[in-house]
């Protein structure tokens, strides 16, 4: 890191520079002719969506050239620009990526495993593992994420558990962490990091809901300050930069350049340049202000978290959780409410919000939900919110209804991902399906948590699960068939 | 000297007042607030740039507010204001002998503090003994508010902006809440003139007629405010506004006004047909 920070002052760099920006601004002055791609040549072959957009997006909009650099192969703006990005999140260096945090998720995933390698990874991992599973025929060890009970929610990864499936498979390549979940749990990632690290293993973080980690004060450790060997970092989330736009961070252990070749193998040769100035200038933002502007992110969370509490029913949790294991610590910008005990789901109670009173939240699970509190929030919003959630309580509570308990349902892995997507399969009802192996992706989404991968067995208690969580109104997707009543298997 | 406060009415509308001086400027947390003097309206505040009061015509949207409700009411005691920072309002509601209690919540101290200043004749009652002021979010101040008040005034800004939640369903509801079981809500409702002003309108009326029983607009002439044309709605839990006005009990109280008497009340409610069609539309669930 400091060889990095000696590089980028040397060259004049600094956190207040914004290389691609610049970059663009400059480019722009010039005035240059454009025969070459994009065809709508500045927004004037597309009025309809300049109007839309407006004329400076449509001007930004441009290919790859000399004075922009290219993300395939950086060597000039964009390698600054990953330079300054490295120093601001105390990497050993940084990869603009513009295939969404799922790219960067699965780069992390294609680097560290091959075909028939082992990785040990919990449950309630992103969708995006699994596709990146299945396209480079690694083999998922999983492990039970601990779940609480009163709340319904997957919580972080016990020490002791990641022991063990280390111990038992000591092949592994990796070891994957959530960190924070969507919910704000956070493992206790600095010992997960040194156990990796002792059986040989890297250590990877889906950090997506995490950015502000590295610029908070009162915030849980960040995957670079814990050791760890690669980080995918949502920028788009909290961070405030385009949406699709991300970030992948690596430690000093791996080679920069195979991590490009692995990134490349997916990535597009027509990286946007309105995602790429997003992601710099959004880098600059939280390199030069991130520490004050999450610090009165927070105070407007805590300050939500007393006011719901106060209504009476709800349940908006935070620190308290706390149990030094599997709730090591917790993110306290997310603002996640329990509602079973004012009789609703918390997708019914995330319905009600949309269409009664014009709030979007991010998501409703069975038992909670949870409001995205970031860099763009304003007080007044956060009141209606608030205020919202007590006229749902008054209009539309119930007593506590018994809703329906789940257990950590324990998947068996019958064959890999890739083998089972890519044999021969048949679709079958979805209440014939029990014994059978599934060879397609079913997720609840959001928050995108796989119910059944491929190369899994499917069972009555699974396919109990589906049916209620579709009945209360989950978005359910992956199979084939839209309407999930049927169910590809694998042909016995 | 060629010194004009201009107001968009809309994109292509504008009003502009001649203006002889500048009397106050001044930029709180929540927005930018200014007083001027000029020839024809005398004295007027804005804030962020749009047209709240005139001391030639305020006396109009005061009065209107004011005295409708109190006139079908028959026992106001207990009474919550929102917004309401130049303390016009209160001057009409301090002229009742038997209210006990008036609450006001406005988010913005500034206000009142440059209207105590400047605006003698509208903040001229808020000392008034049977007032608390209170300085914060009218959203959040009712939340915890239950079966605690006769009549809540809402005098808001525009739905964009600060008063921007008092324009929304969970304040209503809210309100709804707070008022006792024969409680009356009158709000200032907007315009139905200009497009995007009836598109406030609507929303409001929309959102009124989900959260009370009983939900009745009625309309009044104010010339510094687009179109000229106002509404305020009448939101009540008991109460009819025709039905129940008790005209001698109101006119025995001797309260002279400038605007306001109980027969233009009823005419009040009389709407223009596009108006009644549009309100309508939107009662019908539309």
């Known amino acids: 890191m400091n060889q990095e920070r000696n590089r980028a002052q040397a060259g004049g760099l600094s956190q207040e520079r914004a290389p691609i920006y610049e970059a663009l601004e400059r480019f722009e002055k010039m005035r240059v002719v454009p025969f070459d791609v994009p065809g709508h040549k500045r927004g004037r072959g597309n009025p309809e969506l300049t109007a839309l957009l407006g004329e400076t997006c449509m001007r930004m909009d441009v290919n790859s050239m000399k004075p922009l650099d290219n993300l395939c192969h950086p060597v000039s703006v964009i390698a600054d620009a990953e330079r300054l990005a490295a120093e601001a999140f105390g990497a050993a260096h940084a990869f603009l990526?513009?295939?969404?945090?799922?790219?960067?998720?699965?780069?992390?995933?294609?680097?560290?495993?091959?075909?028939?390698?082992?990785?040990?990874?919990?449950?309630?991992?992103?969708?995006?593992?699994?596709?990146?599973?299945v396209l480079c025929g690694a083999v998922p060890v999983y492990v039970n994420p601990a779940s609480d009970r009163e709340l319904g929610i997957p919580l972080g990864m016990r020490v002791e558990d990641v022991r063990r499936a280390i111990e038992e498979n000591p092949d592994a390549k990796a070891v994957f962490v959530n960190n924070p979940t969507y919910y704000g749990i956070c493992s206790d990632l600095r010992s997960i990091?040194?156990?990796?690290?002792?059986?040989?293993?890297?250590?990877?973080?889906?950090?997506?809901?995490?950015?502000?980690?590295?610029?908070?004060?009162?915030?849980?450790?960040?995957?670079?300050?814990?050791?760890?060997?690669?980080?995918?970092?949502?920028?788009?989330?909290?961070?405030?930069?385009?949406?699709?736009?991300?970030?992948?961070?690596?430690?000093?252990?791996?080679s920069p350049g195979y991590v490009r070749q692995i990134i490349n193998l997916t990535q597009t040769t027509s990286a946007s340049y309105l995602?790429?100035?997003?992601?710099?200038?959004?880098?600059?933002?939280?390199?030069?202000?991130?520490?004050?502007?999450?610090?009165?992110?927070?105070?407007?969370?805590?300050?939500?978290?007393?006011?719901i509490n106060r209504i009476g029913g709800y349940y908006a949790y935070s620190r308290e959780l706390v149990n030094g294991d599997s709730i090591y610590d917790f993110d306290v910008t997310k603002l996640s409410v329990h509602t079973r005990e004012i009789g609703l789901a918390g997708i019914e109670v995330y319905d009600l919000l949309r269409d009664e009173y014009d709030i979007q939240v991010e998501f409703g699970d069975l038992g909670n939900i949870l409001a995205y509190l970031s860099i763009g929030d304003r007080q007044r919003d956060v009141e209606r919110l608030v205020s919202s959630l007590s006229e749902i309580r008054r209009r539309f509570g119930r007593g506590r209804e018994r809703l329906?308990?789940?257990?950590?349902?324990?998947?068996?892995?019958?064959?890999?991902?890739?083998?089972?997507?890519?044999?021969?399969?048949?679709?079958?009802?979805?209440?014939?399906?029990?014994?059978?192996?599934?060879?397609?992706?079913?997720?609840?989404?959001?928050?995108?948590?796989?119910?059944?991968?491929?190369?899994?067995?499917?069972?009555?208690?699974?396919?109990?699960?589906?049916?209620?969580?579709?009945?209360?109104?989950?978005?359910?997707?992956?199979?084939?068939?839209?309407?999930?009543?049927?169910?590809?298997?694998?042909?016995? | 000297m060629n010194f004009w406060f201009s107001e968009n009415h809309t994109?292509?509308?504008?009003?502009?007042?001649?203006?002889?001086?500048?009397?106050?400027?001044?930029?709180?947390?929540?927005?930018?607030?200014?007083?001027?003097?000029?020839?024809?309206?005398?004295?007027?505040?804005?804030?962020?740039?749009?047209?709240?009061?005139?001391?030639?015509?305020?006396?109009?949207?005061?009065?209107?507010?004011?005295?409708?409700?109190?006139?079908?009411?028959?026992?106001?005691?207990?009474?919550?204001v929102i917004g309401a920072g130049d303390g016009g309002v209160i001057r009409e509601l301090t002229r009742y002998t038997d209210i006990e209690h008036i609450d006001m919540v406005e988010i913005d101290p500034l206000v009142v503090e440059v209207c105590r200043q400047y605006l003698p004749r509208t903040a001229?009652?808020?000392?008034?003994?049977?007032?608390?002021?209170?300085?914060?979010?009218?959203?959040?101040?009712?939340?915890?508010?239950?079966?605690?008040?006769?009549?809540?005034?809402v005098d808001s800004t525009d739905p964009f902006g600060p008063g921007e939640g008092l324009f929304t369903r969970e304040f209503y509801g809210n309100c709804f809440k707070a008022l006792k079981k024969d409680g009356i809500m009158v709000n200032q409702h907007e315009s139905p003139f200009y497009d995007e002003d009836a598109e406030a309108c609507r929303r409001a009326h929309k959102r009124i007629v989900e959260s009370f029983p009983i939900s009745r607009v009625y309309q009044a002439h104010i010339p510094t405010y687009p179109?000229?044309?106002?509404?305020?709605?009448?939101?009540?839990?008991?109460?009819?506004?025709?039905?129940?006005?008790?005209?001698?009990k109101w006119n025995m109280r001797g309260i002279s006004c400038r605007y306001y008497t109980t027969t233009l009340h009823k005419g009040a409610f009389y709407l223009p047909a596009y108006v009644e069609r549009m309100l309508e539309a939107v009662e019908g669930g539309e």
């Open chain 2, 227 to 248: 179109s000229g044309h106002w509404l305020f709605g009448f939101a009540s839990k008991k109460y009819h506004p025709l039905k129940d006005l008790n005209e001698t």
């Open chain 2, 11 to 80: 994109p292509n509308v504008k009003i502009s007042i001649r203006v002889d001086r500048q009397i106050y400027s001044g930029k709180s947390e929540f927005q930018r607030i200014d007083v001027f003097d000029s020839p024809e309206f005398g004295r007027f505040l804005t804030l962020d740039g749009y047209m709240m009061l005139t001391e030639k015509d305020e006396f109009i949207y005061h009065e209107m507010i004011t005295h409708v409700p109190m006139a079908v009411h028959p026992a106001v005691r207990q009474v919550l």
């Open chain 1, 275 to 307: 995602l790429l100035s997003s992601l710099d200038i959004s880098r600059r933002n939280l390199a030069l202000r991130g520490r004050e502007t999450f610090a009165r992110v927070v105070e407007m969370a805590e300050y939500a978290r007393e006011e």
């Open chain 2, 124 to 153: 001229c009652r808020l000392d008034d003994e049977r007032l608390t002021i209170h300085y914060e979010d009218g959203l959040k101040f009712i939340r915890s508010c239950e079966n605690q008040y006769d009549l809540i005034i």
């Open chain 1, 193 to 254: 990091v040194k156990l990796a690290h002792e059986h040989g293993m890297l250590c990877l973080v889906d950090e997506a809901h995490g950015t502000h980690f590295y610029f908070g004060d009162r915030l849980p450790v960040s995957a670079m300050a814990a050791g760890a060997d690669m980080a995918a970092v949502s920028m788009h989330k909290s961070g405030g930069s385009l949406t699709q736009s991300s970030i992948l961070l690596i430690g000093g252990a791996l």
């Open chain 1, 97 to 133: 990526m513009v295939g969404g945090t799922t790219s960067a998720v699965q780069s992390m995933v294609l680097s560290a495993a091959g075909r028939g390698e082992k990785i040990i990874l919990p449950r309630n991992v992103h969708r995006s593992v699994m596709g990146a599973l």
């Open chain 1, 404 to 492: 329906m308990d789940f257990d950590y349902i324990a998947p068996v892995v019958v064959c890999s991902p890739q083998e089972a997507f890519y044999a021969p399969k048949e679709a079958l009802p979805l209440k014939e399906t029990a014994g059978r192996v599934c060879s397609e992706f079913l997720m609840c989404y959001p928050p995108g948590i796989p119910i059944l991968s491929p190369g899994e067995q499917v069972t009555d208690e699974l396919i109990e699960y589906i049916l209620y969580a579709k009945e209360k109104g989950c978005s359910m997707t992956g199979p084939e068939d839209p309407a999930i009543e049927r169910l590809n298997v694998l042909k016995r």
